[in-house]
């Protein structure tokens, strides 16, 4: 599967001169290049070897379909995770609009220091601080209504950097790899440090990853009855934190499954493509390196949000697929 | 879709005379009575009327097959949870099997009580009894260790009373129920009190419940690395109890969508079958009544297991349908 995009170029070109000649030739769908964004290097190579192995029947390395699990971190792997994670800009601007209902944040820390824009001065506070802005904004509603807080957040906010919407900031060349690998029979999954529930309203839509393939950090939820009508309550306790050798806790408490193929793009995902790549038979990691400080950003050993210092040190010994972003991605984003 | 077994049977044997006519005509499996082991009273007509209405597209009552999301209890609702749960004849064996290895307990309660035969003696200890037993036998195995020694428990042990293997001992009209549901779109969820880890090993092969479809308790579990290989080793702390108002909270967590249909069998499905059928548009809850003390075991409101009280009081207001055992269903097991 290595031909240059010289010779593959040609192939199509053929294919689509010989179907035109044939009556009744639709769309020639399975002609057609699924990763159009992919440069044809050694990172795309592999993954495309990969998923040729795994689907030959016949062969030692075939997977039955049942266990085509691959697994995708979300910040850094699927949309941008810089300068702030998503999730954070959500936390935010909840505190802002939260803030009417709590006179008492004027001048209690962090958010005094939130709401008077200093970022930093709230995040003094440290693990607690980050603890308290995340309770206060991401617990009190009902699971339905905070779906929906999400979705309109996500309807208006805009990165601060491009002015895009964050879900127009997903990397087109990862959409495309979901859907190539769905085509040849994987499930994919999200396993992400990130909330649950602040994923699950959208990622069916964007990623085409329905909520029950979704794995996050959680907070614990209470059933009860509200005049008579039962909704779940989201509290203020932290119940699950999905990062680092959480990954595979929550990959095996969601999936029941070791996954073939693991996906990430900071040392919160090495647990994950660790426990992913020691299980028998074909097996692949990948990690995303960002390297793109035009198009994208460039970060990895040092960096506060996605650092990618160990991943990056022991990849090549692991056999995991380094992916760079400048150089093997075509294009980062979709289409405005 | 109500008509009765004379008129059906004569539609099959038209239909069987019409296909023999034909060249070509393979086994006419759209004909085939999806159901049989289930009498036609009001319980199956209610499913299958359920069934059709939420297929029929571009009708009110339509939905997609992404929502299509059925639910069901396994303790008593899709296999035989009398005389005791076969979780805790596992319990029991494993404390027997783990012995000589600890030689304090046969001093030691609840398990000198267990080891001398007297089992209503080790559960006087109550609640506190049954976790020491459930974490002596449960934890301090990695998860895969677990998942055989489960799977080889299963293949040797014997119900006590018929002397099948339990995995015999499953109810064939839910079976039935189950192959029914997914040949039209749904997909079938186990959401059990019972272990995840308990039931993760065998319920693909015995009722086509792959594990990633499996809610249940748990216990924690931690990853770590052993001689370099790592592992998810199995702790001696509760994770979460997947019951009564758990039930609602543990569906939540792991498909992130309310149920459509959900079936159980005692009182602690009652939140289960609330959540289920107070969602918006075509719901069914369906509770299975033990009334067969000839071919299986007769019991509901004062029963220690499977107590079924609430559940019977309510099930007529809330449009529940009670499946009579010893009624609705034509057998109970499938043929040894």
């Known amino acids: 599967m290595g031909h240059g995009m010289t010779s593959r170029r040609a192939f199509l070109g053929a294919s689509a001169a010989v179907c035109a000649l044939l009556a009744g030739c639709a769309a ?114 009902t699971t339905e209504e905070f779906a929906t807080i999400v979705k309109d957040w996500l309807a208006t906010a805009r990165h601060p950097v491009t002015g895009r919407p964050y879900t127009g900031m997903v990397y087109q060349p990862m959409l495309e790899l979901l859907g190539y690998l769905r085509a040849n029979g994987f499930r994919t999954f999200i396993v992400s440090g990130g909330g649950i529930e602040f994923m699950r309203p959208w990622t069916e839509q964007v990623y085409g990853i329905p909520p029950e393939q979704v794995v996050g950090s959680s907070i614990r939820t209470k059933y009860e009855l509200r005049d008579g009508e039962p909704v779940l ?52 990691g990948v990690i995303v390196h960002h390297d793109d400080s035009a198009r994208e950003y460039a970060y990895d050993r040092k960096s506060h949000i996605g650092r990618l210092d160990r991943g990056l040190d022991e990849a090549g010994r692991r056999g995991w697929v380094l992916v760079s972003m400048k150089d093997d991605w075509r294009t980062i984003y979709p289409a405005p």
Chains 1, 2 share one sequence.
């Open 28 to 141: 020639p769908a399975r002609f057609a290049d699924p990763l159009p964004s992919w440069n044809d290097g050694t990172a795309r190579q592999s993954i495309v070897a990969f998923v040729a192995k795994v689907t030959r029947e016949g062969t030692a390395g075939y997977v039955p379909p049942a266990e085509r699990i691959a697994v995708f971190d979300n910040d850094g792997t699927l949309w941008s995770e810089q300068p702030v994670y998503v999730q954070l800009a959500f936390a935010l601007d909840r505190v802002k609009a939260l803030a009417p209902r709590h006179p008492e944040w004027q001048t209690q820390e962090p958010f005094a220091s939130l709401l008077k824009g200093d970022v930093a001065g709230a995040f003094a506070g440290g693990e607690k601080a980050v603890a308290q802005i995340v309770m206060a904004t991401h617990a009190g509603t």
């Open 233 to 284: 309550v989201r509290l203020p306790e932290l119940d699950f934190i999905d990062d680092k050798a959480g990954k595979p806790v929550g990959i095996h408490q969601h999936v029941g499954r070791r996954p073939i193929l693991a996906v990430g793009n900071s040392d919160g995902d090495f647990e994950m493509l660790e426990w992913t790549t020691a299980g028998e038979g074909p097996r692949l």
